[in-house]
């Protein structure tokens, strides 16, 4: 059974730029259909999908955040990884990687999840 596992830094002064990283066990990256997601939820707020990268390393972003979202891949240590430029408070959120099945666009795996603090 896949399990997917989210870490970096929990706080990240404004400006800077947040990077997490998700590492799976349990199945590739690379195997063929899955694509790679994160998804975000801010205190008291609903989740927002922010990007994903396909088995074949294509990405892709949700619009509203497609400037400042970069999500890469090593598909030596099966870890894909997110990084968020420019950020500020309104981006503190509890940050979850999961495995999203095309066409459907459910996700059925995910990390715990872990809080970034966006402060000075």
């Known amino acids: 059974q896949v399990q997917l596992q989210e870490s970096g830094p929990g706080l990240v002064k404004p400006s800077q730029t947040l990077s997490l990283t998700c590492t799976v066990s349990?199945?590739?990256?690379?195997?063929?259909?899955?694509?790679w997601s994160w998804i975000r939820q801010p205190p008291g707020k609903g989740l927002e999908w922010m990007g994903a990268?396909?088995?074949?390393?294509?990405?892709y972003y949700s619009p509203s955040l497609k400037s400042r979202t970069s999500i890469s891949r090593d598909t030596s240590k099966n870890q894909f990884t997110l990084q968020l430029s420019s950020v500020t408070p309104e981006d503190t959120a509890v940050y979850y990687c999961?495995?999203?099945?095309?066409?459907?666009?459910?996700?059925?795996?995910w990390g715990q999840g872990t809080l970034v603090t966006v402060s000075s």
């Open positions: 999961a495995r999203e099945v095309p066409l459907s666009n459910a996700l059925d795996a």
């Open positions: 349990g199945g590739s990256i690379t195997t063929n259909y899955y694509y």
């Open positions: 990268i396909a088995y074949s390393g294509s990405t």
